[in-house]
DNA sequence: GACACGTGTCAGTCGTAACTTACACATGTA
DNA sequence: TACATGTGTAAGTTACGACTGACACGTGTC
């Protein structure tokens, strides 16, 4: 379990996903809502939060609502990457033993 | 001069040039060199190596071999990036002011 | 029932980065 | 001359992620 950098790496470079981080690093929030913050068609949104969750980045969790709604609220993980020539030398070593 | 974290992300998300970073993290070298250990075609090499340049990953110069020919080598520079949730942040509140 | 809100997923289209092949240009040596 | 080495770039294909629209499924309210 070395947290996987390069796969990390992927589902960052993504402006999209970006902008979703640093909105739920501004509290957590649901799919509907954030779609409706960021401009994004809710599947869109879907999808980007599925590949953020897959690294472990963000973290998603079923909630109803007072309505009786079930919502699915995400939340950032605290995550912290060096991002340094080593790191990704030790990453690629990793990577490239099968 | 933020560094731009996005850029530097989207260009270090693939695997191909993760590995030029780290070929390069064990010392300078030149296109041709590179393209044959790893077993890349020598146009990509110059591609990948053009994009790490383009966002200062990478510093290239140009030297003369012993026998008159010219070679583009290549080092690393020494950069370090925090990855974490404010950082993203910061970076992507940078990126909305236009 | 119709509507509003939430969830999920599937089938497409589209744009672009990745990649290959081929070209042009240098130099030094057999 | 021909061949090896190095450089750069332009054209074309291909693979893939991003994105949209439509569908199905829930609930509570008018």
Do not use: I, W
């Given at each position: 379990m070395g947290s996987d950098?390069?796969?990390v790496l992927a589902v960052l470079a993504s402006p999209q996903r970006l902008r979703l981080i640093?909105?739920?690093?501004?509290?957590s929030?649901?799919?509907s809502?954030?779609?409706?913050?960021?401009?994004?068609?809710r599947p869109l949104v879907h999808m980007h939060l599925r590949r953020l969750e897959e690294v472990g980045l963000v973290v998603g969790r079923m909630e109803l609502s007072a309505?009786?709604?079930?919502?699915?609220?995400?939340d950032v993980?605290?995550?912290?990457?060096?991002?340094t020539p080593e790191a990704i030398q030790d990453?690629?070593?990793t990577m490239e033993e099968k």
């Open positions: 950098l390069v796969g640093a909105a739920l690093a501004g509290g929030n649901y799919v809502q954030l779609a409706r913050e960021l401009q994004l068609s309505d009786g709604k079930a919502m699915r609220f995400f993980a605290p995550f912290a990457f060096q991002l990453a690629v070593r």
